[in-house]
């Protein structure tokens, strides 16, 4: 079973800044099946990346999702205010499914 | 238009088992390549993903709760039901159903791609 660790668990930023989260796996992750997911208060998460790197349909080219094996990261080059959320990390290549336990991006 | 909406009481009893529904439309479970899930999240906490059928009836369970956990479809009423027998207070939560198509990604892995919009549960006595 693989096991996902996203650090760090609270970021405070603001606006315009640049930010870069981690998602680190218990052991290698099939073909890079790794996805991102946005999540802001009371609502469903929302795809941003899959496969490692790809944009889901509609995401801002300001998110960009890299890594390979072990460690991945998710970037926003530029924070806007409603990019303040939990985003989540999770891998699909092989059941159990599972998720990392989130980083809080909030506003500074 | 892919929608997905979960249904199933909002308060259920301690040892009782808890019944889900999750209703689509936009696609069908007897297409190759569909497949839909189940999370959860409790009030502050982080996602955990339960369950997961596919078009050919493979299932898929979370380690820890696979003993409690069965998932089901009935194609007729695009509806996958998950059943969690012995419910505790820590299973009080936010359960959403997902889709996965592997179609619509063009692959043999994909991601949770629409989700519906949860329905809480709490387990009290």
């Known amino acids: 079973e693989i096991v996902l660790t996203q650090s760090p668990a609270t970021l405070s930023l603001s606006p315009g800044e640049r930010v870069t989260l981690s998602c680190g796996a218990s052991q290698s992750v099939s073909s890079s099946y790794l996805a991102w997911y946005q999540q802001k208060p009371g609502l469903a998460p929302r795809l941003l990346i899959y496969?490692?790197?790809s944009r889901a349909t509609g995401i801002p080219d300001r998110f960009s999702g890299s890594g390979s094996g072990t460690d991945f990261t998710l970037t926003i080059s530029r924070l806007e205010p409603e990019d303040f959320a939990v985003y989540y990390c999770?891998?699909?290549?092989?059941?159990?499914?599972?998720f990392g336990q989130g980083t809080k991006l909030e506003i500074k | 238009q892919v929608t997905l909406r979960e249904s199933g009481p909002a308060l259920v009893k301690p040892t009782q088992t808890l019944t889900l529904t999750c209703t689509f439309s936009g696609f069908s479970l007897n297409t190759s390549g569909m497949c839909l899930t189940w999370i959860r999240q409790p009030p502050g906490k982080a996602l955990e993903w339960l369950a997961r059928?596919?078009?050919?009836?493979?299932?898929y369970y979370s380690t820890s709760l696979k003993t409690r956990l069965t998932i089901s479809k009935d194609t007729s009423k695009n509806q996958v039901v998950l059943t969690m027998t012995n419910m505790d207070p820590v299973d009080t939560a936010t359960y959403y159903c997902?889709?996965?198509?592997?179609?619509?990604?063009?692959?043999?892995?994909?991601?949770?791609?629409?989700w519906g919009k949860g329905t809480t549960v709490t387990v009290s006595s």
């Open positions: 496969d490692a790197s």
């Open positions: 059928i596919d078009w050919d009836d493979d299932k």
């Open positions: 999770q891998q699909y290549g092989s059941s159990p499914y599972n």
């Open positions: 997902a889709r996965i198509s592997l179609i619509w990604f063009g692959a043999t892995h994909a991601p949770m791609d629409v």
